[in-house]
């Protein structure tokens, strides 16, 4: 089997979800434009590093879903969205302070780790360069709010970003976190993750491995009020045997989902 980050996160929120997408194949349905922003965004940020027009190829990806048929948040266009991601793009030219060097060898980085049982661990690491002359492995996001740096090492906590420092054996990240709103903005954070917290992350792989194959999928709604993660999860549908709301958020693939890892190249 070939594990990924994301399988692994979605294992610890909740087994019965985890069950339901890798198992039974039922995927959300891609109706969230700021997701499929953030990997359009991703593509013009490489296309800057390989020396061509970042802004042509951000306007031709975001293009391909002019009409897609979104479920845009209240005020939000599609032109905006281009509008903030230009002016982002705009800044981060400006700044100039990443530098890639042989950016198709170093951006969007296939890492695999060889597992116990013959499995595998894919990551995909967005790129690795150095931020202010300082070599780091290089985290993208993109979102509408700003990432909050308070209190100090709050960043190092970031799952993905341990998972990430594991798997291809880099302490240092920056994570350059691209800020759409009406002033945009382009945070660059730096964190380290210790040796310590990259052992832990392996352990708790092997664990959480240990527990599918033994194929333990009882539900985790983690319900507390007022959070309820179930609002939020895709497969509520499922659980609540309600047939709207699974036809609304949901597709499903045909068997079982073994290109799974794919889905690090999604989100
Ligand atoms: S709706 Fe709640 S219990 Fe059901 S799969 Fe999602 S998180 Fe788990």
Not at 113 to 139: K, W
Not at 146 to 156: D, I, K, M, N, V
Not at 169 to 178: K, N, Y
């Amino acid at each position: 089997m070939i594990y990924s980050y994301t399988q692994i996160a979605n294992y610890l929120r909740c087994p019965r979800s985890y069950r339901y997408r890798y198992l039974d194949g039922w995927r959300e349905k891609e109706t969230r434009p700021a997701m499929i922003f953030g990997r359009c965004f991703e593509k013009a940020l490489e296309a800057y590093f390989c020396g061509e027009d970042c802004g042509v190829v951000l306007y031709k990806e975001w293009g391909a879903y002019r009409e897609a048929g979104f479920e845009y948040k209240k005020g939000e266009t599609w032109d905006q969205i281009l509008r903030q991601g230009m002016q982002l793009l705009q800044h981060f030219v400006q700044s100039n302070r990443i530098r890639i060097s042989k950016p198709k060898e170093n951006i969007q980085i296939k890492v695999t780790r060889e597992l116990p049982n013959a499995n595998q661990f894919v990551s995909y690491i967005d790129a690795v360069g150095e931020l202010d002359g300082t070599r780091c492995l290089i985290d993208w996001k993109t979102t509408t709010s700003r990432y909050s740096e308070e209190p100090a090492g709050l960043l190092s906590l970031d799952p993905q970003v341990v998972c990430d420092s594991w798997a291809a054996g880099i302490a240092d990240v920056a994570f350059v976190v691209f800020v759409r709103k009406h002033h945009s903005e382009i945070q660059y954070l730096r964190t380290c993750i210790s040796e310590e917290q990259r052992r832990e992350f392996g352990q708790l792989v092997s664990a959480t491995i240990g527990q599918i194959e033994a194929a333990q999928f009882p539900s985790h709604s983690g319900i507390r009020f007022p959070q309820n993660g179930c609002v939020s999860c895709s497969h509520l549908g499922l659980c609540l045997e309600d047939q709207k709301l699974i036809d609304s958020n949901l597709i499903r693939a045909a068997g079982a989902n073994d290109l799974a890892w794919l889905d690090e190249l999604v989100f």
